[in-house]
């Protein structure tokens, strides 16, 4: 069992940047491969990035390309967003996967409470 707390959401302005953390405890990190998943009001929780095991792989949603980097640590999972856009406006997810590459929300076993990302226009 691993248990995962994001961290980093705030209200920024249109343009700015934010970083967020996914921090793990109970079981490390490095035996998955992690994602990054966001849900806006009225709308699907739909996946952002993802990286494998190791961190030299990763993949990202069309929407966040060129945007968006996610990386790792030894037990924290990031996501660096940068140009933020008010439709990048969501709650934000890490969560953990036995499988890669995995694109799925099914495919994530475990889940963190999330993040509250808000971007102002």
């Known amino acids: 069992q691993v248990q995962l707390v994001e961290s980093g959401g705030e209200l920024v302005q249109a343009g700015g940047s934010l970083r967020l953390s996914c921090a793990a405890s109970?079981?490390?990190?490095?035996?998955?491969?992690m994602g990054w998943f966001r849900q806006a009001p009225g709308k699907e929780r739909e996946f952002v990035a993802a990286?494998?095991?190791?961190?030299?792989t990763t993949y990202y949603a069309d929407s966040v390309k060129g945007r968006f980097a996610i990386s790792r640590g030894d037990d924290t999972v990031y996501v660096r967003m940068n140009s933020l856009k008010p439709e990048d406006t969501a709650i934000y997810y890490c969560a953990a996967t036995n499988v890669f590459p995995v694109l799925q929300v099914e495919g994530y076993r475990y889940w963190g409470q999330g993040t509250q990302v808000t971007v102002s226009s």
């Open positions: 990286i494998n095991r190791s961190g030299g």
């Open positions: 109970g079981r490390t990190l490095s035996s998955y491969a």
